[in-house]
């Protein structure tokens, strides 16, 4: 299973967010991560993978073209964690997964499909969440419910964007650690457009860098992470380390700032 | 070794026990707003029974029975107030209350707004307008219609709101909450030429206008009833059936279309529903606020967001809002009957607001 895109380009209006952008084949089983400064493109790179807007250039999946795709095929094989999750809403984590499923299957619910709202609420250790309303729920456990609701449908490709925002450092680790671990045991293609490098180094297997509308680079963390390449991306010192474990670790600091302790 | 082997198929089992507990416990919670809705049909019946039963004829409840089960039981007198006057007013009552009900339900659906319903957004206002305007002027959109001028004029000119809106609707770049505002702007206009209309009016047509204005059942007549009602069974089971899409909406309209769900199409279908039903109420009884407001607010309380459950409900309480407030208007000062949008207001503020308060505590909002 591979997910592949070329020439991929998205306007909004005059404004080009994506140019000509294409990257390497992402096979299954792997986690990547997209990396990039804020309005790279990212979000816009994870909707046109969706079809959640206009686009021009190939998607494909298994070398098939997904732009042939019904919204709802597309939906099915390729889902996507947007950044905003409404919170103020009376619905419970158990109706909001089962909601997700019933997108895909008739208007009656089986039993068939409130087993698989329970199984999946066992596997992601949820269930003493499932008669909350959402808007009772904490920043990490909203993100576990998110999951739940992606992985319900049984996805080939899976999209997080910034899947660790508004997350303590606990649970930015064990989310990250949950997708890698489903990534492996469900065969999945899995990008988590990510801020923390480190986080990005530690967790995925490849990594893509996206700037000014097109992927400045992609491959393993130890390939692609550059004091040139970061600093450039991000305008930033940086400096990168291995640590004891093999682990790439990047000390980054503002350019001003480390002129100014220099200086 | 077998307590640890015990306790190892324990952790094993666990997990999926688990799963069947909280799918109980899911399956509990269905049933009981079943129940809810049972018990608000029931109260609905019984509000529509005692519509019938109060009048300025002071007849025994047994008589009122009597009468419905046989319209011959007695005496023609008997029959035609059961029959041709309560009756109509009752289930008129009932049926523009769903009506309104539903369409309130859907629009602060699709707008994303729990202050969307045909009255904020103009619609009422523009049904307002086009009475008015074939009362005092005699111009209406659909030529020889005699007596339904006014009501078809109404008519249209709310459908013709309803459809502005949906064209803007499609136009990609007006965001859900200008089409609010864009509604309420609606609602200023033509309650402005609605003033310029009732400035040029006799005083015999400026009754009829305000007297349209506060909404009433007094025209509530079998053909009513029958177009009613047959837009419900048409409209219901259709917005039924894209309850799971309408929830989703609710979700954002990018996490509606993460999952798969057409919303330009929602739109159109369910502006289209809303569009008929309140337009077809607004010609029905007039301008009445507050049902289409306060029925789904409840029901939102009551049930959730899940749509199967909050649009019926809606439009049971739309309904019970409305018969109720047909007994109050009846029961108020006895010899008079108060216009029912007086009453919905009357009623519905204080219950609206206790709601807002109360609910806000709850929340912390």
């Not at chain 1, 089962?98 to 066992?122: A, E, F, H, Y």
């Not at chain 1, 550059?226 to 991000?234: A, D, I, K």
């Not at chain 2, 005092?136 to 030529?143: A, E, F, K, W």
Request: with cysteine; charged share 15%; aromatic share 6%.
């Amino acid at each position: 299973m591979s997910l592949s895109v070329t020439n991929l380009s998205v306007n909004y209006g005059a404004h080009n967010v994506l140019e000509q952008l294409q990257f390497k084949s992402l096979t299954a089983g792997t986690v990547t991560g997209l990396l990039g400064p804020n309005a790279a493109g990212k979000s816009t790179l994870f909707k046109a993978i969706a079809g959640l807007v206009d686009s021009s250039g190939e998607i494909s999946l298994n070398a098939e073209n997904i732009g042939s795709y019904s919204k709802k095929i597309r939906a099915k094989k390729i889902a996507y964690l947007p950044q905003s999750f409404h919170s103020s809403l009376a619905l419970s984590v158990f109706e909001s997964i089962l909601l997700s499923l019933k997108q895909q299957s008739g208007w009656r619910v089986s039993s068939t499909d409130l087993n698989k709202v329970g199984d999946i609420l066992s596997l992601l250790n949820i269930s003493s969440l499932a008669d909350k309303d959402i808007f009772e729920l904490s920043g990490g456990q909203k993100q576990l419910v998110a999951m739940a609701r992606i992985l319900i449908v049984e996805p080939q490709v899976i999209l997080l964007d910034e899947p660790t925002s508004a997350l303590d450092l606990h649970h930015q680790l064990a989310i990250l650690s949950l997708v890698k671990k489903l990534t492996v045991e469900r065969n999945l293609i899995t990008v988590a457009a990510l801020h923390d490098v480190n986080l990005a180094a530690k967790y995925c297997d490849q990594l893509m860098i996206l700037n000014h509308g097109t992927i400045q680079a992609q491959g393993k963390p130890s390939e692609v992470l550059s004091q040139s390449l970061l600093g450039e991306t991000y305008q930033v010192w940086t400096n990168l380390e291995c640590t004891s474990k093999g682990q790439l670790y990047v000390e980054a600091e503002l350019i001003e700032d480390r002129l100014a302790t220099a200086g | 070794m077998d307590r640890i082997s015990e306790s190892k198929q324990d952790l094993v089992r666990n997990p999926s026990e688990f799963a069947e507990t909280t799918v109980i416990r899911f399956q509990k919670r269905i049933a009981r707003k079943l129940q809810l809705l049972a018990l608000i049909s029931i109260l609905l019946l019984i509000s529509a029974v005692v519509d019938i039963s109060i009048g300025p004829g002071n007849f025994s409840l047994a008589t009122i029975f009597e009468v419905l089960l046989d319209k011959a039981a007695h005496g023609v007198k008997l029959e035609v107030i059961i029959w041709d006057y309560r009756m109509p007013v009752a289930i008129t009552a009932v049926i523009v209350g769903a009506m309104l009900g539903v369409a309130g339900a859907l629009m602060q659906t699709l707008l994303n707004n729990p202050l969307a319903e045909p009255f904020t957004l103009g619609v009422s206002s523009a049904a307002s307008f086009g009475a008015a305007l074939a009362i005092v002027t005699g111009i209406g959109l659909v030529p020889n219609v005699g007596s339904f001028l006014v009501t078809l004029n109404a008519f249209f000119f709310a459908l013709g709101t309803c459809v502005l809106l949906l064209g803007l609707m499609r136009y990609k770049h007006i965001g859900t909450q200008s089409i609010v505002l864009f509604g309420i702007a609606i609602f200023f206009a033509f309650n402005a030429m609605l003033a310029m209309m009732e400035y040029s009016a006799s005083e015999t047509q400026l009754q009829r206008i305000i007297f349209w204005m506060m909404g009433s059942l007094g025209r509530a007549s079998w053909m009513q009833i029958g177009w009613g009602l047959a837009l419900l069974v048409v409209v219901l089971p259709f917005c039924m059936s894209r309850t799971w899409r309408l929830t989703a909406l609710r979700l954002g309209e990018e996490s509606a279309m993460s999952m798969g769900v057409d919303i330009s199409r929602l739109r159109v279908e369910i502006l289209i529903c809303i569009s008929l039903l309140a337009a077809t109420a607004v010609a029905f009884v007039g301008a009445i606020g507050f049902v289409g407001l306060v029925g789904p607010h409840i029901a939102r309380l009551l049930v959730g967001e899940d749509q199967r459950y909050f649009i019926p409900l809606s439009a049971l309480l739309g309904a019970l809002m409305l018969s109720l407030t047909s007994i109050v208007s009846k029961t108020l000062t006895p010899g008079i009957i108060y216009p029912i949008g007086i009453i919905t207001a009357l009623i519905g503020v204080p219950v609206f607001l206790t709601i807002i308060i109360k609910h806000s505590k709850e929340r912390g909002v």
